[in-house]
């Protein structure tokens, strides 16, 4: 059983940064992959960025490349969401969720753990 805890959304304008943790209970924290996903209101929840549990294998929505970068510090058990030059269409819930693999996967499906969101609000 892995419980995972979101922390670091708030308001921000267009333009700015926010960086999302996601703390992660358990002790074979590396032997998962860890995704990050959002929904915003009145829509589905759709995936953001993953990574593998050894972190070097990231993927990404195309409409975060260049602007958002996974991370993960497994010393600490977090994985790590820095997303810059956010947009209006960024505001959502940010979820962080778990899987007991290698792989990284893009759809939610295939994830076991999912911790309780945080909110992310870009103003214009």
């Known amino acids: 059983q892995v419980q995972l805890v979101e922390s670091g959304g708030g308001l921000v304008q267009v333009g700015g940064s926010l960086r999302l943790s996601c703390a992660a209970s358990?002790?074979?924290?590396?032997?998962?992959?860890m995704g990050w996903f959002r929904q915003a209101p009145g829509k589905e929840r759709e995936f953001v960025a993953g990574i593998s549990g050894g972190g070097v294998i990231k993927t990404y929505a195309d409409s975060v490349k260049g602007r958002f970068t996974i991370s993960r510090d497994n010393a600490k058990n977090t994985v790590y969401l820095q997303t810059n030059s956010l947009k209006p269409e960024d505001t959502a819930v940010y979820y962080c969720?778990?899987?007991?693999?290698?792989?990284?996967?893009?759809?939610?499906?295939?994830?076991?753990?999912w911790g309780q969101g945080t909110q992310v609000t870009v103003s214009s």
């Open positions: 969720a778990a899987r007991p693999t290698a792989l990284v996967y893009s759809s939610a499906n295939y994830y076991d753990y």
């Open positions: 358990g002790r074979t924290f590396s032997q998962y992959a």
